[in-house]
């Protein structure tokens, strides 16, 4: 009988941690949801699935870069990111975009990028190789 009065003593102990391990859980994923909530999403689509409105930039310093297209021939293949053949992101692009980079601080990754051997045409009004 000894035994039976040692493991009803504690009882209770073990329903006191199960119950507090049960809150604290509840409690990180209360906090752990309201973090996600004030987190802001970005979605990033590349190429863009429809062309984007052709604005003019509003500093001529800052490159802007225009997907959308008539013909093929307002399209053309150049370096988006401002870097050149080291660490360029090539694409298809309007040949009014802005890709000059004066006066803008880049950093370009050291892997050689040449430039693709592509043909870059007008598809549905947007610029694709």
Same mark, same amino acid.
């Given at each position: 009988m000894p035994e039976e &009065?040692?493991?009803? &003593?504690l009882m209770p102990i073990f329903l006191t941690i199960i119950l507090a391990l049960v809150l604290f859980s509840g409690y990180v994923l209360k906090n752990k949801l309201e973090s996600e909530k004030n987190k802001t999403? $970005?979605? $990033?689509i590349y190429p863009p699935s429809s062309p984007p409105p052709s604005v003019p930039p509003l500093n001529p310093k800052i490159p802007v870069v225009f997907y959308d297209c008539k013909v093929d021939e307002d399209c053309m293949l150049d370096s988006v990111n401002c870097c050149t053949e080291r660490g360029a992101q090539w694409a298809c692009i309007n040949k009014t975009s802005n890709t000059t980079c004066q006066d803008v601080a880049v950093i370009c990754v050291d892997i050689l990028t040449p430039r693709p051997n592509v043909t870059c045409k007008c598809v549905n009004g947007v610029c694709r190789s």
């Open positions: &009065k040692r493991g009803s &003593k999403q $970005v979605t $990033v």
